[in-house]
T-cell receptor
Framework: DAGVTQSPTHLIKTRGQQVTLRCSPK?????VSWYQQALGQGPQFIFQYYEEEERQRGNFPDRFSGHQFPNYSSELNVNALLLGDSALYLC???????????????FGPGTRLTVT | EDQVTQSPEALRLQEGESSSLNCSYTVSGLRGLFWYRQDPGKGPEFLFT???AGEEKEKERLKATLTKKESFLHITAPKPEDSATYLCAVRKGGSEKLVFGKGTKLTVNP
């Protein structure tokens, strides 16, 4: 059973550049959430996608955008990178909520982004 | 505002020395409390979901419990391979996002 996969593993970018991170959900899952984890902190919710639409968004600026494809995979795009965007970016997959049932989120290994 | 506080920030145990980690939360309409384990440089690994006060879940040396204000992760006779950061997260009604605490870094010495 394939788990959540993310690419690339590591990435180094310069301030002002743009970056795209990719995520494939766990087999059978149709919902993808993205989180940012700074060193020594818990993950912070960026947004969630299902049915190819952004369903919920956390307190992140518009520089952070995403997309979900028909095969449920997802991309996270960050424009005009700042030094403070350096973090571990985590993708989590789950089943979409149905009839009030909440499902567990399973995380991928993350992409370590360093902005210099 | 929804808040999750974990204590202690760090905990050192000797192998076989049982202890508990605490997660206190403030959230309106709790719709699930989640425990994850995270190894350095890796993504969180799902451990447990608790939905209502009084509920308990067990897995090997770990046992999670839930009250109306907090959750405990009990570790019985830990081994060095239990060393990791343990994260607690909550989800409230009407929301799909997880709100995480900062975690407790557990070190188990042989």
């Amino acid at each position: 059973d394939a788990g959540v996969t993310q690419s690339p593993t590591h990435l180094i970018k310069t301030r002002g550049q743009q970056v795209t991170l990719r995520c494939s959900p766990k087999s059978g899952h149709d919902t993808v959430s993205w989180y940012q984890q700074a060193l020594g902190q818990g993950p912070q919710f960026i947004f969630q996608y299902y049915e190819e639409e952004e369903r919920q968004r956390g307190n992140f600026p518009d520089r952070f955008s995403g997309h979900q494809f028909p095969n449920y995979s997802s991309e996270l795009n960050v424009n005009a990178l700042l030094l403070g965007d350096s973090a571990l970016y985590l993708c989590a997959s789950s089943l979409a909520p149905r009839k009030g049932r909440a499902y567990e989120q399973y995380f991928g290994p993350g992409t370590r982004l360093t902005v210099t | 505002e929804d808040q999750v506080t974990q204590s202690p920030e760090a905990l050192r145990l000797q192998e076989g020395e049982s202890s508990s980690l605490n997660c206190s939360y403030t959230v309106s309409g709790l719709r699930g409390l989640f425990w994850y384990r995270q190894d350095p440089g890796k993504g969180p690994e799902f451990l447990f979901t608790l939905y209502s006060a009084g509920e308990e879940k067990e897995k090997e040396r770990l046992k999670a419990t839930l009250t109306k204000k907090e959750s405990f992760l009990h570790i019985t006779a830990p081994k060095p391979e239990d060393s990791a950061t343990y994260l607690c997260a909550v989800r409230k009604g009407g929301s799909e996002k997880l709100v995480f605490g900062k975690g407790t870094k557990l070190t188990v010495n042989p």
